[in-house]
């Protein structure tokens, strides 16, 4: 029967990803909003010629904040931005993503770190930072190298561990305070970030990213908050992006279900809740006034726990609470009515439909995150409980969370952020919602920011396009991000050609210096046309790859054609690589797509392309990168050494 049931929802999410694309495409809303797929667009911005930043714009509508739509349209928004390092031509196969910046990040101000320090302080300040340093233009993310920001996350750990936590109380629990905070307002942006990517329109050759790009960017966003997700490789960051979207689509379509079945066993009215450029994301309970309560031939307590409210049936405050808000209570459709807003629930939540606001208890939400936090302040900062020492705590901690969230309780905090998170940006660009309506959900919504490093989200909108200007500004030619476009290229010509064990070597000494040692290869008017090649083989060798690692016939899932192409392109192009990591890796793919193929024309190609491989490699000075492909590691330390 769970066979049965598990096909039926897999079956539902086909169908419904069939008539709903994944990424800002026409979609019809279940509440009868229309279509969004013209409020995000891309625009692309040259930088010296060989690469682009592409920005994602929100486009404001005309009757915005009561503008009229005989004025002028408002500026939209620049909400993230990608750039793409192109090597200045149109083929996609040497493309490299390699920075993130969200737009909307405003960097927290002394004052505001200075709080985020303070042992049980759950408020952030109204007046977030007000001047545009430089540092708002740093990248959110290097997608290049995501394992830089895994390695310092751990060195800031051991720190903590080794150094800070035998210390005194004071200082244990201000350092953890500290960190925990940081640690979750990062985690706030990326997931801010994963939400614009999310509603994106995918390019078809014209500005912005392609699908499989996006699907690239926000995997790598989402695995850098997990522990390790920094050390995930390209391909299996992009195989995770293809299946995120379904997975989540499933668990909106249980939510849904889940919290229908709800409202019609309390008596409450189920309405769909659209919120910015959402569709089918959260949903809305009202409380019908005058109606008797349904008559139930079971307890409804479960029900009322898994929905995480008081029944209002029963609850004589809420009845007046209610009463007293009827004469202006308005229904989604406008109009008076006698539907009464009774909580707003977010259908992205793993394990159940999460509540968001509660319109019958104000306090309810915010004493959740704050009895939470505070129970890790205590155990970690003040009695400093240790996951080695005192193992059996967090062990009985697992089981009783375990427990509760089998019954309905959502206890994974992290997951709790994600989602008060992507209602958070929702709201802030929202402009379908009744105005009251809006009001009072960013006013619940700012009641759950227990972080001092905060800002107002509003504050953060109208402040992009001053980033976004900034951003512009280091993009003129020979500016500081041609610089450092540049100084990544060469970066990139090291990791190249050098061996793993030299390359773990360097990375050593870049994480001991806290990042002020980069090894570079040294400039050369051939650099372009060397990495071009090598991006072309990594790109053809990834494609390969994909089919031997799948253990089956290469022929069963692409043409023989397309596959010996990309074998007869990949042997033309090692023919002028000196690098010896890349011409093993090549010969391993060939050997084993040799044994796997069925084709005796595509074994053959194989064996001629391992032959060429294994053939001496002619004159190191010829390449196409200089000098600098054919040196050694020993001779490189001494004349390739360069510094940030």
Known sequence: MSLFRHFTVWFIVVLSLASTPLYGESSSGVAGRGSDTARYYWRDLNIGGTAEICTLFWRKSQNEGGISATRARPADIPVIAVLRDTLGDANPENDRLTYVWLLTYERPSVDQRLLSAIPFFYWHPDEGPSSDHQRDTRPLLNLAEPEHATVAEFRRDLM?????????????????????????????????????????????????????????????????????????????????????????????????????????????????????????????????????????????????????????????????????????????????????????????????????????????????????????????????????????????????????????????????????????????????????????????????????????????????????????????????????????????LVLDTETGKHIAFDQMLHELTFGAYTHRAKPAPQDLEALDRYRRIQYQLAFLDSLVNSGTPPEVSYESARIRNSVAEVSALISDVPSPVMRARATATFERLRELSLDTDLRADCSQAMASIRQPYPDTAASGGGDALGMSFEMSKSKMLHTQ
């Open 160 to 492: 903590q561990w080794a150094a800070l936590d035998p210390s005194t109380v004071p200082i244990r629990a201000v350092s953890r305070t500290f960190r925990t905070n940081e640690v979750d307002e990062e985690r706030l942006h990326l997931e801010e970030s994963v939400s614009y990517l999310r509603q994106s329109p995918a390019s078809t050759g014209e500005e912005g990213l392609t699908r499989k790009q996006i699907e690239t960017v926000v995997a790598r966003l989402e695995l850098r908050k997990k522990l390790l997700g920094g050390l995930v490789s390209e391909r299996q960051a992009a195989r995770l992006g293809r299946h995120t979207s379904f997975q989540q689509e499933e668990t909106r379509i249980r939510n849904w279900e889940q919290l229908r079945q709800c409202a019609d066993k309390t008596g409450l009215v189920f309405q769909p809740l659209n919120v910015g450029a959402t569709s089918g994301e959260y949903a809305m309970l009202s409380f019908p006034l005058g109606e008797p309560a349904l008559k139930s031939g079971t307890s409804l307590k479960p029900v009322w726990k898994l929905l995480d409210i008081r029944d209002p049936w029963r609850n004589s405050r809420v009845q007046a609470t209610y009463q007293r808000a009827c004469t202006s209570a308005r229904n989604l459709c406008g109009g008076e009515s006698r539907l009464v807003p009774l909580a707003v629930y977010s259908l992205n939540y793993s394990r159940a439909p999460l509540l968001l606001v509660d319109f019958s208890n104000t306090e309810h939400l915010r004493l959740r995150e704050m009895t939470q936090r505070s129970i890790n302040e205590v155990t970690a900062g003040v009695l400093g409980i240790s996951h080695f020492t005192n193992w059996y705590y967090f062990v009985a901690a697992d089981i009783y969370n375990f427990y509760a969230g089998r019954h309905g309780a959502a206890m994974n905090q992290s997951a709790r952020r994600d989602c008060y998170s992507q209602f958070r940006v929702e709201l802030s660009i929202d402009t379908h919602l009744d105005p009251e309506l809006r009001a009072e959900l960013r006013q619940r919504m700012e009641a759950l920011a227990i972080n001092p490093l905060e800002s107002n989200p509003s504050r953060e909108i109208a402040s992009a396009q001053k980033r976004y200007a900034q951003l512009q500004e280091e993009a003129r030619p020979n500016g500081p991000l041609e610089a450092r476009i540049e100084n990544d290229r060469r970066h990139e």
